[in-house]
DNA sequence: CAATTTGTTATAGTTGAGCTAGAAGATATA
DNA sequence: TATATCTTCTAGCTCAACTATAACAAATTG
């Protein structure tokens, strides 16, 4: 799997990560029994601090998308392909980008449909 | 047009404001022309401060939806109904919360995907 | 079993965003 | 001219995010 994170987003590495394994599990990318990088390892390669990635594996954890345990790190869980679900996230992006909406502004509109 | 903030939620202030404009204008809630509330009264009968909602103001401004000027107040400019990208936004929030993502998670997958 | 890998927990310090507050100033409008 | 409303500036507070160390516990490997 293939990692991008940018640190100059306003949006917090942490939150860039989970939504990266998300994305990655919904899209069939990442199979199920799959394992992830060991945290010290991904924290090194993305050069972050191993906390910050924690934090994201701890939160997937508690979603029901990885399985974390010390010595043996993370796991795909549960989850399965979701093409529907990527297929509407397209389908909405594009048309976002058309009406001439920021990436934030899509996000913000997506958190307010889903918050009423 | 209704204002809804929660003070509680991790989404800042002055974003879920500027949320609610773009959804609102999206939608027809809002025409081209209509005047939003004067800063000083929005900011009391939300109970936040007036910088706080100038801050979403000026933001709108520069995305070109309002027209914002000093003794005349906030006016929605440029944009009409955008009914396909309101469609394709009901149709990714359903398809997210079906696959039991949470509002943050969901609306961080838009940002993953229109930053790509 | 011993060594290694890898996550867990705790403590602590830095930085910046977001929010609040008060005040003086400038521009539309009535 | 008086009023409404945004503009700009200064200032302080709080909290989330990130970083850094370090001791510790569980799973795996040889």
Redesign the pocket.
Known sequence: MLWRID?ER???????LIAQVHRAVLRGDLAVGER????????RSL????????????QL?EEGVLD???????VVVGRRDRGDVVKALRGFASAARDAGLSADAAAALVREEMAS
Chains 1, 2 share one sequence.
């Not at 306003?10 to 860039?16: F, G, K, L, M, S």
């Not at 050069?47 to 701890?58: C, E, F, G, M, S």
């Not at 974390?68 to 993370?74: D, E, H, N």
């Open positions: 640190p306003d949006e917090p590495v942490y939150q860039q992830l990088p060991a945290a010290t390892e991904l924290a050069d972050v601090n191993i906390h910050t990635v924690l934090h994201a594996y701890r954890r974390v345990r010390r010595g043996r790190g993370a």
